[in-house]
Nanobody, 123 residues
Framework: QVRLVESGGALVQAGGSLRLSCVAS???????MGWFRQSPGKEREFVAA????????YNTDSVKGRFTVSRDNAKNTVYLQMNNLKPEDTAVYYC?????????????????WGQGTQVTVSS
């Protein structure tokens, strides 16, 4: 069982930056980690994911060049650095984990989820 706790969400102006953190209760060195987000009235969507090694990552098109996912397995922590934030990035951001050595994009393949952290971007 892996417990995930996100932090770092806040209210920020458009063009600003935030770094989200996701701390796992157990070792996640063999897990693929992902970030998802859900805006009011919309379904949860994939944002970014990182393989267990930290070498392979994948971002959805809308955040490419702005968001960077990284991990520190020694700290059981995954990060999402978000730059040049836009109002459309406003959402609850969720961290997810699944035992896999490759990058996992599909929401249904993730076994563990955090409670989420709110990111609000004002125009």
């Amino acid at each position: 069982q892996v417990r995930l706790v996100e932090s770092g969400g806040a209210l920020v102006q458009a063009g600003g930056s935030l770094r989200l953190s996701c701390v796992a209760s157990g070792r996640i060195s063999t897990y693929s980690m992902g970030w998802f987000r859900q805006s009011p009235g919309k379904e949860r969507e994939f944002v970014a994911a990182i393989a267990w090694s930290g070498i392979n990552t994948y971002n959805t098109d809308s955040v490419k060049g702005r968001f960077t996912v990284s991990r520190d397995n020694a700290k059981n922590t995954v990060y999402l650095q978000m730059n040049n934030l836009k109002p459309e990035d406003t959402a609850v951001y969720y961290c997810a984990a699944t035992p896999s050595h490759i990058v996992v994009v599909a929401e249904a393949e993730y076994d563990y989820w955090g409670q989420g952290t709110q990111v609000t971007v004002s125009s």
